[in-house]
């Protein structure tokens, strides 16, 4: 095993891959083993507030006199979870979307929706995330709510240029001149090839999506008090900066090393591309 | 007055392919060139041509290459220890270049005459009407229609052909003494290609130019070159002049020869050389063309490295059995 | 370069300026549309829980809500096409007259970031990609994907607790205006943004010169001794801009999002903040036509970005 993961390391960016996936799991299982493993639960409220990182208490108290160790590895479902929610739903709406468009063969049709879906890309996230929170509410939910329901363009964008150039191919045209049936060998060959370009994005966009959730919850938008989440607790340490900078620098941390894991594992794998 | 231009001798290039893995591309090759003389340079992809080419012109460090041994003289210039002071007088001046048409070709981004202009102005300032006099004229002399017009176009709108024909353009433009076509009809319609083997031509005739043409296709190189060197797995295995080809003293060149397409008969069956060359860094020791050769022998493989030996003063040859084969030049 | 009525630049022009306008048209239903489809009632949530029946109604013919939604979409394209983006429910003012005066703050940091960061960028980029130093590129793409993995507000955080808290650097928030006493509290927000955009930017930029370094016709240019100068311009930098313009174009979009976490921490006057306030306070028409000002722009930023970039280099697909 450990001979396997040596070879793997030593592919171009296989190193980078598996320095990013063992980072991501560690602080996955970390999260979700946390009632195995911290005895404190992340509303408890233990002792004087501010109190500072200890044996006890690693990452020191909150201002609610809350480990914040517990805390952190509490959001662990609510950010990685809730990103993951945030980034299959609209990959998969997307996709599929993409791929049928693909098919379409009325141009005015094709350039009506294109055009739409460019209108709904000309949104930056983060702005639409904010301005459906006035709609809908805050709290986490409705954030998964809101990327369903515009984050799917992108990856439309995408998979129907890829799945365009696919049909093109010459593989393509043959198995059709073959007589296959359409719809099986077409699934069999367009579908992984506009996936894999499609599974990259969601990748990168995983990092954007964590950051989202955490910047609403900063904002006070979406993650709502008590709930454990590492962008509202980074805005309840902002006050305290000065005097407890754990309560706001360790669940950035943890936010950070989320991010660079998911980015070291597309970093690795783009080189891995390169090197092809 | 020596009529030799540039001489390379037993040349050997290396290239750093990791920090610690270094493989030899080239392994001695010898060339020379006379001035005024139409060499076409012939071998498989692989053979090293292209480097050689580059070596030539100066440009190994790029690609992370490097001279591990030989010499290579032009004009009583040592390429090998050239100084920048050295290079800035060649290039652009002396040895001109034409690239693959089928890679680029001239910069994107830059207007045909912006790029033309920079060919003509490498040597001292000339005024803008002399540039352009001088463009124009270098454009016609290529064949291209509407000079004016091309001028001001970016390369995106010319054909494959028209923008070969820049290049040459460029290329021609300080009359140099010597031109380095690498393979510059890859790619183009097969009209065009005439077209451009007869412009190389007229360019050679009517400004004494030496020019070293680069292909993997023999029959190009045959139809308008005086001498052809034959390259295979890094080495130059042959020197001859191309109306001598049928009575070459290499079984590689004959194998080359004798696999032309137009000597096909209908139905009949292609032939190929057997085998492949050696890759890059597997070379064997010995003759390199020992596997795919019909007359191999022991001490075909015992000899290294192979020599490449002067029959008469107009062929060379490094098969070691040539006179057994062959019977000795004709 | 004359531009004929009918020769290709102009017609491909044309044609992308009419794209532009209608994925703007579509910016501005889904704007529209994004209001409507939501559950929930506007006016209710703007005047809570407990407010009264005729209050809430008031609130909805003021609003324009009390027609059938075709009416309103009509009312609606009428109001914008008068430039007419509706009124603040909190403090009266126009629309209009909000982002009017809240956007140039915006924009000035945001546009110093960009310079800054492109500046850069640029001798990094260049001297890195065109190095073939393998462990240089190795280095620098880590550290940049480290610093692009972490959230801008926590940089933010980690900026101020180093330079305002432990440090009085720089003011923990706050804004003066009028030049030069707003570059006291200007600097680190454009400090952070530009941290943030080289390290994009540049990554682009080196993939790019690394790309270019590779082609034929850097060579021919080196054999034909092209002088330095003309080189680093003509054959190195220019034909490795294109994606980076692009790039910057599309980000100049990410940016807008970005700033209204940026604003919100350094309590800056800006449009983000102004898009904050509103939300909170369900003060729909400046939500909506906040959004739609942001998405018009980002569409034409990225049509000029597109543009500039096949101006300068002709292999860009238009």
């Given at each position: 095993m450990i001979k396997q993961i040596r070879e793997y390391a030593a592919l171009p960016g296989g190193f980078g891959i598996i320095v990013g996936v063992s980072m991501f799991l560690s602080i996955s299982i970390l999260g979700f083993a946390r009632p195995l493993l911290i005895p404190y639960a992340p509303d408890e409220l233990i002792g004087d507030g501010l109190a500072a990182p200890s044996w006890d208490h690693p990452f020191g108290l909150d201002q609610l006199g809350r480990d914040v160790l517990s805390r952190t590895l509490a959001a662990v479902p609510a950010d990685i979870g809730v990103a993951f929610l945030g980034v299959s739903i609209p990959l998969f709406i997307g996709t599929v979307i993409g791929i049928l468009l693909a098919f379409a063969k009325n141009r005015v049709f094709l350039s009506l929706v294109g055009s739409i879906i460019d209108g709904i890309n000309a949104f930056p996230l983060l702005i639409i995330a904010i301005a459906m929170v006035t709609f809908l509410g805050p709290g986490l939910f409705n954030v998964v709510i809101v990327l369903a329901l515009m984050n799917w363009a992108r990856y439309a964008r995408i998979a129907r240029t890829r799945a365009t150039i696919v049909l093109r191919e010459n593989y393509v045209e043959a198995a059709r001149l073959m007589g296959y049936p359409r719809r099986r060998i077409i699934f069999k060959h367009v579908t992984p090839n506009v996936s894999s370009e499609t599974l990259a994005y969601a990748l990168s966009d995983f990092i954007l999506v964590i950051v989202i959730i955490s910047g609403l919850s900063f904002l006070g938008l979406g993650a709502r008090p008590p709930a454990a989440e590492w962008g509202s607790m980074i805005a309840d340490g902002r006050v305290f900066l000065g005097e407890a900078w754990w309560i706001t620098v360790f669940p950035g941390i943890a936010l950070c090393w989320s991010a660079i894991s998911i980015s070291l594992i597309v970093e690795g794998l783009s080189r891995r591309d390169r090197a092809n | 007055m020596t009529k030799v231009l540039a001489e390379i001798r037993d040349l050997r290039i290396d290239v750093r392919v990791t920090r610690r893995l270094r493989l030899r591309i080239v392994d001695t090759a010898s060339l020379v060139i006379n001035?005024?003389?139409?060499?076409?340079?012939?071998?498989?992809?692989?053979?090293?041509?292209?480097?050689?080419?580059?070596?030539?012109?100066?440009?190994?460090?790029?690609?992370?290459?490097?001279?591990?041994?030989?010499?290579?003289?032009?004009?009583?210039?040592?390429?090998?220890?050239?100084?920048?002071?050295?290079?800035?007088?060649?290039?652009?001046?002396?040895?001109?270049?034409?690239?693959?048409?089928?890679?680029?070709?001239?910069?994107?981004?830059?207007?045909?005459?912006?790029?033309?202009a920079e060919a003509v102005t490498q040597r001292g300032r000339k005024s803008k009407d002399e540039v352009r006099r001088r463009s124009l004229e270098l454009l016609e002399l290529v064949q291209i229609r509407r000079p004016e017009v091309v001028l001001k176009q970016y390369p995106y709108e010319l054909s494959g052909g028209m923008k070969q024909r820049v290049m040459i353009a460029c290329a021609i433009a300080q009359n140099p003494k010597l031109i380095v076509a690498d393979e510059p009809t890859t790619g183009l319609d097969v009209t065009v290609q005439a077209e451009i083997m007869e412009l190389l031509s007229k360019i050679r005739k009517e400004f004494d130019t030496s020019i070293i043409l680069v292909s993997h296709d023999l029959q190009l190189i045959n139809s308008i070159c005086d001498d052809i060197v034959v390259m295979h797995a890094g080495a130059t295995i042959e020197k001859l002049p191309s109306l001598k080809v049928t009575s070459a003293l290499h079984p590689y060149t004959h194998a080359l020869y004798d696999s032309r397409i137009d000597l096909v008969e209908p139905r009949g069956k292609l032939r190929t050389i057997k085998g492949q060359p050696p890759s890059v860094g597997k070379w064997p020791t010995g003759c390199r063309f020992a596997d795919r050769c019909d007359f191999v022998k022991d001490v075909c493989r015992s000899t290294d490295p192979a020599p490449f030996m002067q029959v008469d003063d107009s062929q060379w040859s490094a098969c070691i059995r040539h006179k057994e084969i062959y019977g000795g030049a004709k | 370069m004359k531009l004929k009525p009918t020769s290709p630049l102009a017609r491909k022009i044309f044609g992308r300026t009419i794209r532009a306008f209608s994925i703007s048209f579509w910016v501005m239903v889904i704007a529209f549309a994004l209001m409507r489809v939501t559950p929930g009632d506007p006016a209710s949530a703007r005047l809570g829980a407990g407010a009264e029946e005729e209050a809430i109604e008031a609130l909805r013919e003021q609003l324009g809500l009390n027609v059938n939604p075709f009416q309103q979409f009509f009312n609606y394209l009428g109001d914008l096409s008068r430039g007419d983006l509706g009124t603040s429910l909190v403090s009266g003012i126009s629309v209009g007259e909000i982002i009017f005066n809240s956007f140039p703050l915006t924009l000035t940091y945001i546009a110093f970031s960009f310079l800054f960061a492109f500046l850069i960028s640029v001798p990094i980029g260049v001297l890195i990609g065109w190095s073939n130093k393998a462990s240089w590129v190795y280095s620098f793409r880590t550290f940049t994907s480290i610093v692009i993995a972490t959230p801008n507000f926590f940089i933010a955080m980690v900026a101020i607790l180093f330079f305002s808290v432990q440090r009085d650097w720089a003011p923990v928030f706050g804004y003066e205006p009028g030049f030069p006493g707003n570059m006291r509290y200007l600097w680190l927000p454009i400090a952070i943004n530009t941290l943030i955009l080289l390290s994009i930017i540049s990554r682009v930029l080196l993939a790019s010169v690394i790309d270019t370094r590779s082609e034929e016709f850097v060579e021919t240019g080196i054999i034909r001794g092209v002088s330095r100068i003309r080189f680093f311009w003509f054959y190195i930098l220019k034909p490795s801009l294109a994606p980076t313009i692009v790039l910057m174009s599309y980000m100049m979009g990410t940016m807008l999002g970005a700033t209204v976490i940026l604003e919100t921490i350094f309590s800056l006057p800006g449009i983000g903040r102004e898009l904050v306030s509103a939300v909170l306070a369900s003060d729909y028409p400046v939500v909506q036509g906040t959004l739609i000002f942001f998405g018009v722009i980002t569409v034409f930023l990225s049509f000029f970005g597109d543009l500039f970039a096949y101006l300068l280099d002709r292999r860009v697909k238009l």
């Open positions: - | 001035k005024g003389q139409l060499l076409g340079l012939i071998g498989e992809s692989g053979s090293g041509k292209t480097m050689l080419c580059r070596a030539l012109v100066g440009t190994l460090n790029r690609r992370g290459a490097y001279i591990q041994s030989g010499s290579i003289d032009f004009e009583g210039i040592d390429l090998v220890n050239a100084s920048k002071k050295d290079w800035r007088s060649i290039r652009g001046h002396k040895i001109g270049y034409i690239p693959q048409s089928a890679l680029a070709g001239p910069n994107p981004v830059m207007r045909i005459g912006a790029q033309l | -």
